[in-house]
């Protein structure tokens, strides 16, 4: 099982045993589905590998 976490809830005391089928859909009602708009998104790919070669130093 997994979850979107926010990154204020990733530290140190984060317990992953508290992300369960139990308490997710209170968690997606609270706060929203993060991932809704994830399939809406379209990345420019050409931009990011030319961004990356520079980044490497082949480009």
């Known amino acids: 099982m997994s979850t979107a976490l926010g990154w204020d809830k990733v530290d ?17 009602a609270k706060r929203g589905d993060p991932t809704k708009d994830l399939l809406n998104v379209r990345p420019d790919v050409s931009a990011a590998v030319a961004k990356l070669a520079a980044l490497l130093g082949r480009g």
């Open 12 to 28: 140190p005391g984060l317990d992953p045993k508290a992300f369960t089928l139990q308490t997710v859909r209170a968690r997606l």
